[in-house]
């Protein structure tokens, strides 16, 4: 079975430029999660899709940060205008369902440096 | 609010010997608790989860944690630790009440000695 995939795994940019990053989950996943995990910490859920719709996005700096997932299956996360403090590592994550009980798959991750 | 603590930044421990990685949470309700592994450049892999039942829980690769509601841990356990167990391990807490998600504790990173 095919894990989680994401791209690209690492991006470099300057500060007040945009960058995607792109997520396909698992075949089947209906639940999809994009965390943020800065140095030293442990992972910060960002969104949290139930097949294209949004579930949970409390977490989500809206002013610049957007996420879709149109057909329900892969998902793009954005950042415009990137800053200094989303140097982070983002990680995609997939379950069968949204439930609490559901085990998470996470991908590799794509290791954004803002310079 | 929920919250993960993890007290120790790192564990040292020798080959062979029995590792502890503490973990206490707060959430209101009932738990799910959940141990992630992390290696270098990779995501994070389940280890095991509580969500009822036995508080001793077993998962992959020889590790057990066990559930004490009443001083809100969840620690993970293995009997003899291995050189390939060096690694950042994440605790994590989701609420049985609706509109609680999942909330990663800092993490602690082991090192097994050889």
């Known amino acids: 079975e095919a894990g989680v995939a994401q791209s690209p795994r690492y991006k470099i940019i300057e500060k007040r430029q945009s960058v995607a990053f792109w997520c396909n989950p698992i075949?089947?996943?209906?639940?999809l999660y994009w965390y943020q995990q800065i140095l030293g910490q442990g992972p910060k859920l960002l969104i949290q899709?139930?097949?294209?719709?949004?579930?949970?996005d409390s977490q989500l700096p809206k002013d610049r940060f957007s996420a879709e997932r149109l057909k329900g299956v892969d998902s793009t996360l954005k950042i415009q205008p990137a800053k200094l403090e989303d140097s982070a590592v983002y990680l995609c994550?997939?379950?069968?369902?949204?439930?609490?009980?559901?085990?998470?798959?996470f991908g590799p991750g794509t290791r954004l440096l803002v310079l | 609010a929920q919250s993960v603590a993890q007290p120790e930044d790192q564990v040292n421990v020798a080959e062979g010997n029995p590792l502890t990685v503490k973990c206490t949470y707060s959430?209101?309700?009932?738990?799910?608790l959940f141990w992630y592994v992390q290696y270098p450049n990779r995501g994070l892999q389940f280890l095991l989860k509580?969500?009822?039942?036995?508080?001793l829980v077993k998962g992959s690769y020889g590790f057990e944690a066990e559930f004490n509601k009443s001083q809100t841990s969840f620690h993970l356990k293995k009997p003899s630790a291995l050189v390939s167990d060096s690694a950042l391990y994440f605790c994590?807490?989701?609420?049985?009440?609706?509109?609680?998600?999942?909330?990663f504790g800092p993490g602690t990173r082991l090192s097994v000695l050889p």
């Open positions: 994550a997939s379950s069968l369902e949204g439930g609490g009980t559901v085990t998470q798959y």
């Open positions: 959430v209101s309700g009932n738990p799910y």
């Open positions: 899709f139930q097949n294209n719709g949004v579930v949970d």
């Open positions: 509580y969500i009822t039942g036995d508080n």
């Open positions: 994590a807490v989701r609420g049985y009440n609706y509109g609680q998600n999942f909330v």
């Open positions: 075949s089947g996943h209906a639940t």
